[in-house]
């Protein structure tokens, strides 16, 4: 009977008999799997693990603090934070189509991210020191995806920033690999993480940049930040949560159209919502969520958020649609 406690402790065996008394990294990225897998090796071997967070300035309000304050507040884990904000806003300026977005969000990230390693390696080797292992928060899902194995390489690591790099000089550690997402949700919570990370919906590597339809700029960002805080707000109060699989908020940063607000004309952004249904993202479902909802979230974001005077409502299923608009 494979309960959450008796998977916790078999897990931190297996790390304890893998890693020795090595020292390991860890990126995190914000999201469940990374953090779940951090948890359990620093369960597991303590303060032989560093955890790497490189923050892009593309996560959505409180998610870098819930990363900086209370993962770390949960676990006590060793973080190394790397402030690389206005070095993904100078490499995106100017770039509105996706792709490239993705290719040079990816690559900044793992730069920055071996910068923040080696930065790490120095420390480490002033004490005699080195890094041999490198924790993955792979799941069972994309082992079977990539074709399983041992050593089998996880095939979102071009697609999920969060996860990489996948380094050669490195030994990997991958403490979800036996589990599916509903279980690595459940270690979290017995784990004492915050409710916020575990139960966090699914949010792309890239984050907010491939969320505005147009090039990326800070203003845009933060105007994109408060829509989608008001939207996500409304949709927990509503105790709609486990209704909607994910709730991509969009800012059509190159449509601009005509309103009126206060005592005049205004010609500002659309921010369009795009709620789903899916089993797991291949293919996806617009959710029907209740008119009142719609009207509260569309009153609070147009009241609140400078600039944007209309919210639509993306009522189109995957396919054709993709989930996100990039
Ligand atoms: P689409 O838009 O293709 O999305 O229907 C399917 C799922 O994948 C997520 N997604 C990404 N995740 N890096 C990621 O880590 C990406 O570049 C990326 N693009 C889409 C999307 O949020 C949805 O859950």
Redesign the pocket.
Known sequence: NWTTGSILEEQVDRIREQVGDARVICGLSGGVDSAVAAALVQRAVGDQLTCVFVDHGLLREGEAEQVERDFVAATGVNLYVANEQKRFLDALAGVSDPETK?KIIGREFIRAFEEAERAIIAQAQAHGEKIRFLVQGTLYPDVVESGGGEGAANI?SH????GLPEDLQFELVEPLRALFKDEVRAVGAQLGLPAEIVGRQ?????GLG?RIVGDVTQERLDLLRRADAIARAELTAAGLDNEV??M?VVLLADVRSVGVQGDGRTYGHPIVLRPVS?ED??T?DWSRLPYDLLARISNRITNEVEGVNRVVLDITS?PPG???WE
């Open positions: 993705r979102k697609h999920n920033v969060g699914p949010f792309p590597g890239p491939i699989w994910q991509p899916s993202a291949m996806a995957k993709t989930i996100e």
